[in-house]
């Protein structure tokens, strides 16, 4: 599978932003999707998971209740709609795939693909 995370750019506090990750390669929906975020010097941190049917979906703390996470398996995509977003939502975003099962698909060690990655700056 590969992986092609879009999206991101420069905005300011409280501004929406919408990434997108295409994914070719075997079928998508057999895969659970994650989005993950990496800030210099920190380890990589879960922001978001979606079942392979995007009927169950789970989030970070920091990010549940301002972050919606979704798939459209018919194009291959999965989304992260990102609506208030604060300066400290600052970092690169990852989208994963991951043949494992959903319980536990908050840690990055269970996913198999990653993508390369779109930068989200908040200003403030």
């Known amino acids: 599978v590969q992986l092609q995370a879009s999206g991101g750019g420069l905005v300011q506090a409280g501004d929406s932003l919408r990434l997108s990750c295409a994914a070719s390669g075997r079928t998508f929906s057999t895969y659970i999707m994650g989005w993950f975020r990496q800030t210099p010097g920190k380890e990589r941190e879960f922001v978001a998971t979606?079942?392979?049917?995007?009927?169950?979906?789970d989030y970070a703390d920091s990010v549940e209740g301002r972050f919606t996470i979704s798939r459209d398996n018919s194009k291959n995509t999965v989304y992260l709609r990102m609506n208030s977003l604060k300066p400290e939502d600052t970092a690169v975003y990852y989208c994963?795939?991951?043949?494992?099962?959903?319980?536990?698909?908050?840690?990055?060690?269970?996913?198999?693909?990653w993508g390369q990655g779109t930068q989200v700056t908040v200003s403030s």
């Open positions: 979606i079942s392979r049917s995007g009927e169950s979906t």
């Open positions: 994963a795939a991951s043949s494992d099962g959903f319980y536990g698909a908050q840690v990055s060690l269970r996913y198999d693909y």
